[in-house]
Nanobody
């Protein structure tokens, strides 16, 4: 069982930056692939980024590529999402998720554990 707690969301102006953190409980965090997803009002949850258990492989949605960076610190049981050059269309609740088989996947249905989400609002 893994519990995930996101933090770092908030209100920022367009062009600004935020860093989200996701703290995980459990001794097996380092074996999980981790992902970030987001959901805007009235829209489906969408993939943002994912990272392998070692951090060696990362994948991004086209909409955030070059602006967002996913990373992890297995010693701290934490995964991060650095978000730069934020746009109003990035406004959403951001969720982190864990995939216990270590697969780097984009489908939210393949993730096993989810955090409660953190709100990111980008003003124009």
């Amino acid at each position: 069982q893994v519990q995930l707690v996101e933090s770092g969301g908030g209100l920022v102006q367009a062009g600004g930056s935020l860093r989200l953190s996701c703290a995980a409980s459990g001794r097996t965090f380092s074996t999980y692939a981790m992902g970030w997803f987001r959901q805007a009002p009235g829209k489906e949850r969408e993939f943002v980024a994912t990272i392998s258990w070692s951090g060696g492989n990362t994948y991004y949605a086209d909409s955030v590529k070059g602006r967002f960076t996913i990373s992890r610190d297995n010693a701290k049981n934490t995964v991060y999402l650095q978000m730069n050059s934020l746009k109003p269309e990035d406004t959403a609740v951001y969720y982190c998720a864990a995939e216990y088989l270590g697969r780097v996947v984009k489908n939210p249905e393949q993730y096993d554990y989810w955090g409660q989400g953190t709100q990111v609002t980008v003003s124009s």
